[in-house]
């Protein structure tokens, strides 16, 4: 294909023969999702915004992928925002409602935890040192999750919103969102949930849920990357980051990726229709990576991070006493295994995981997170590969560490 861009045959890509166990970094894109799309590129390629019978065909498309999306969701179609990922959702709810509510002189009041996906956290972090908003940061404790009773203790009269995550990347954990969702609604603040990693193994019905915005990363469940999801309640106000022209009810201007849009809409919808079996497999590769790791390495030399039992379906997550989790994670891709060393944004990072600080774990541990998060194409065999292959990797790293 002269002039067109095309992945060279040459390109080293190795990733066929690999046991992919990383889903919460991200997801193929499931066969009837890359159909769904396929007409907005081709044949029904107009800007949803223009009047003429192209930009009316995708508009209606738009439409139609959005009435979707909240039928999913228990939302009401204006309440729905098509963004560029999961980090802009979070931005867009975090930035958005902290300003309206400064401007509207309703407060300046943030609230949330240690174990935020750095999307909420760092927005948090800039607000307060760049634009003197005041923000609570609330422990967590062993396990990762974050009190109720600390959330109603930090709440007062000038909070505007309170932040906290559905389930963690990092180590799985859920956090009890209905319960401080209801203590917050009841105390007059705003209650958003950073659900990226939730999302498609919970069952939303939102307009009975305390949660006044949701974020959601479709690329997270078989849908693609660069579009993102952010639920708000009708009735709030948003200050935009992105300012043009207007759409999205003036929330996130820019011209809608219609294929995205109707992509996301149809791997959620695959999804919730396959929720309890997709839940049902999870759990069960889930249980049995658990059990099988912790019998298969020493037990002084690692440790479950996260809940026990409130934890994703489809997330295992360790620390490795004395150990690199990038070390782990290199040997483990030689030997055929893609995992995580937590997050994906943190692959690469050699710094002590502050997730596993906050859950009070000491030095000789943080530095050795690892997560698999298994889909829906593993198998037990992957997983038994997998507990066979992690004892001898952790050997030869352990030994590879004392040499240096
Ligand atoms: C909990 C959580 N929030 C937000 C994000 C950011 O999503 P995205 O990569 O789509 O921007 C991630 C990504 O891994 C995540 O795990």
Redesign the pocket.
């Known amino acids: 294909m002269r002039g067109a861009y095309c992945v060279s045959r040459n390109t080293p890509y190795a990733t066929m023969k690999q046991i992919y166990l990383d889903h919460?970094?991200s997801t193929p894109v499931h066969p009837q999702v890359i159909e769904s799309m396929m007409p907005f590129w081709t044949v029904f390629y107009g800007n949803p915004s223009s009047a003429h019978a192209h930009g009316r065909d995708a508009g209606f498309a738009l439409d139609e992928a959005r009435r979707t999306m909240a039928d999913l969701l228990g939302a009401r179609p204006s309440e729905i925002v098509f963004t560029g990922?999961?980090?802009?959702s979070?931005n867009l709810a975090v930035r958005g409602v902290m300003w309206a509510a400064r401007l509207a002189g309703r407060g300046n009041h943030l609230i949330t935890s240690c174990i935020e996906?750095e999307?909420v956290l760092e927005t948090a972090v800039q607000l307060r040192d760049l634009y003197g908003f005041d923000v609570t940061i609330l422990p967590v404790d062993e396990y990762g999750r974050v009190s109720p009773d600390d959330v109603r203790a930090a709440l007062r009269p000038d909070t505007a919103l309170v932040s906290i995550?559905a389930a963690n990347?990092e180590i799985g954990t859920m956090q009890p969102i209905l319960e401080i969702g209801a203590i917050t609604r009841e105390h007059g603040a705003l209650f958003h949930t950073?659900a990226?990693?939730a999302g498609a193994t919970t069952r939303w019905n939102l307009a009975q849920m305390p949660i006044d915005l949701l974020?959601l990363?479709p690329?997270k469940f078989y849908g693609p990357k660069g579009v993102?999801i952010l639920y708000v309640r009708d009735g709030i106000r948003l200050v935009s980051a992105l300012t043009g022209g207007g759409q999205e009810d003036g929330r996130r201007s820019g011209t809608v990726n219609v294929a995205f849009a109707v992509g996301a809409t149809q791997a959620l919808q695959l999804a919730q229709a396959q929720l309890d079996e997709r839940v049902a497999h999870y759990t069960r590769l889930r249980d049995h990576l658990i059990a099988g790791v912790l019998a298969a390495v020493p037990a002084d030399d690692i440790r479950l991070t996260g809940h026990p039992t409130e934890r994703l379906p489809h997330h295992a997550s360790f620390a490795l006493r004395g150990l690199s989790g990038n070390d782990l994670l290199i040997h483990l891709d030689m030997v055929g295994f893609s995992a995580s060393s937590g997050?994906?944004?943190k692959t690469g990072n050699p710094k002590p995981s502050a997730i596993l600080q906050a859950i009070g774990l000491g030095a000789e541990w943080t530095l050795g997170g690892l997560r698999f998060t298994v889909g829906a194409q593993n198998s037990l065999a992957d997983v038994d590969a997998l507990i066979t292959a992690l004892p001898r990797v952790v050997g030869q790293v352990r030994q590879f560490s004392q040499k240096e």
């Open positions: 919460g970094a990922c999961g980090s802009e979070d996906h999307a995550m990347n950073d990226v990693q974020t990363a690329h993102g997050s994906a944004c």
